[in-house]
């Protein structure tokens, strides 16, 4: 369910994103741009996006593991859950 969740706030917050790039070609632009990413609701979505982002990675990576047949018990499942959120905890 989670990597779900990760893939819609991804998924959301695409345009946003898109915006900065956007912003980010001109030079007074890109000024603006790096002024704005020093406000803390900023600060919060872009952390926010980069941590959807690697969780959904690395739970895809895990979805794609357990096709080729591994980790497919319930035991092996719940471990590499487990490790699943600490990548993403360590990598954020």
């Known amino acids: ?4 969740i990760s ?3 991804i998924f959301i917050s ?4 898109f915006w900065l790039l ?3 070609f001109t030079p007074y632009g890109f000024v603006k ?3 704005w990413l020093h406000e803390p609701m900023f600060i919060l979505m872009t952390w926010i996006f980069l941590v959807a982002w690697t969780y959904h990675i690395f739970a895809g990576l895990r979805h794609i593991i357990m096709d080729f047949g591994f980790a497919e ?3 092996g499942g ?5 490790m699943t959120m ?3 905890v360590v990598l954020s």
């Open 14 to 17: 695409l345009p946003y994103f």
């Open 73 to 75: 018990s319930l035991r």
């Open 22 to 24: 956007q912003k980010s």
């Open 78 to 82: 719940r471990i590499s859950a487990y």
């Open 7 to 9: 893939g819609v706030v």
């Open 33 to 35: 741009m790096k002024m």
């Open 86 to 88: 600490a990548a993403t």
């Open 1 to 4: 369910i989670l990597h779900r």
